[in-house]
């Protein structure tokens, strides 16, 4: 039945996946909707945390250009105000913030649990802001600041809630900064880099006792499947992403959120 279920079901979660980590509109209350539809049995939530790094190599590749320019700032003296500097902030920040209000959250009984009514609540939160952000005519700057790197470090420390989007919640937190459209884009995407490469080690490390050669072996052809499909549609996905106006996803985010009460 296990050796069924990961050949039939996992892959479709992998594809899901793949597409909604290049979109703001959380990965996690999409995994959720569609496994209800598709009858999928309860996820290894080590999995879904894991499956993320492979969409790191294909960011690392679209952006290889400022990457570079960041890599070279820092050996040649020039990397304080530099923008590899503001993305170190800005996740620095959230990482900071998001240990601390999980932890306070434990602490005083609260657990953010992955229930429907809490991500359609994240969902639609989050749609809205969108909206109104998107209607908000700011400095549209093209470069990234230190107040852009601290206000989309401290929203998106918020997405340890189900619902709440990464990479939504950096680009919101980016443009009401007053970071331009197109900017907030590349500054969220870039960002997610060293973000999901902590997230999922920390979590390896949390869990090592646990952790088997089996398990891994278990999800290879679907670590496998998102790595290509994330390979293909960064091209695809981004560039469609700077073009759209940011109301799309804040609208879609409502409806899908409203849906989600109902299943």
Not at 61 to 90: E, H, N, W
Not at 140 to 166: H, T
Request: with cysteine; net charge positive.
């Amino acid at each position: 039945m296990i050796a069924l279920l990961g050949i039939k079901s996992f892959p479709y979660i992998s594809i899901i996946e793949s597409i909604t980590e290049f979109l703001p509109v959380s990965s996690t209350a999409h995994i959720r909707i569609f496994s209800k539809f598709l009858n999928i049995s309860p996820i290894d939530t080590l999995f879904l945390s894991s499956i993320q790094m492979c969409v790191v190599p294909s960011l690392l590749l679209f952006y290889k250009t400022q990457i570079y320019v960041c890599i070279k700032d820092l050996f040649i003296g020039k990397f304080i105000g530099s923008y590899g500097f503001y993305i170190i902030i800005s996740s620095m920040i959230s990482m900071i913030l998001g240990f601390i209000l999980s932890k306070t959250l434990q602490i005083n009984g609260v657990f953010v649990d992955s229930s429907n009514l809490l991500m359609s609540v994240g969902l639609i939160v989050g749609g809205i802001l969108m909206i109104i952000v998107d209607k908000y005519e700011g400095k549209n700057l093209n470069e990234p600041n230190m107040p852009i790197a601290i206000v989309s470090g401290i929203i998106q420390s918020l997405a340890i809630f189900p619902g709440v989007s990464r990479l939504g919640a950096v680009i919101l937190g980016a443009r009401i900064a007053g970071l331009s459209h197109r900017s907030s884009v590349d500054f969220g995407f870039i960002t997610a880099i060293p973000m999901i490469t902590v997230v999922v080690i920390y979590d390896i490390i949390k869990r090592y006792n646990n952790l088997t050669l089996e398990q891994l072996m278990f999800h290879r052809f679907d670590y496998i499947i998102a790595f290509l499909l994330s390979m293909f549609l960064a091209w695809i996905l981004i560039p469609l992403f700077k073009r759209l106006s940011l109301s799309i996803f804040g609208y879609y985010r409502i409806i899908f959120g409203l849906m989600l009460l109902y299943i």
